[in-house]
């Protein structure tokens, strides 16, 4: 009983310290990659539509123009340093 009381209490605890500068940093990077992702969908739905209604040439071209326009592009944010530790 005490092991596990023990646990519950330390996984609270752990649980509880995000601060609100953290909490913006996940959020933030969340909302970056799912942003990120729908506008690369976009991008290749775009690039595929294209390709759709041309001769080779068009579906080649057209596939050169979203390997460089749909790439993805990491964005780096910094992390907030935390206080006190």
Not at 43 to 55: F, H, Q
């Amino acid at each position: 009983m005490k092991v596990s009381s023990s646990i519950f209490l330390t996984t609270f605890f752990l649980m509880g310290c995000v601060s609100p500068a953290e909490q913006a940093y996940y959020d933030t990077a969340k909302s970056i990659s799912k942003d990120q992702t729908m506008a690369q969908t976009a991008c290749w739905a775009a690039v595929s539509e294209i390709a759709k209604n041309g001769d080779e040439s068009v579906k080649a071209n057209a596939m050169r123009l979203g390997y460089y326009t749909c790439k993805v592009e990491t964005i780096k944010l910094e992390t907030p340093k935390r206080l006190g530790l």
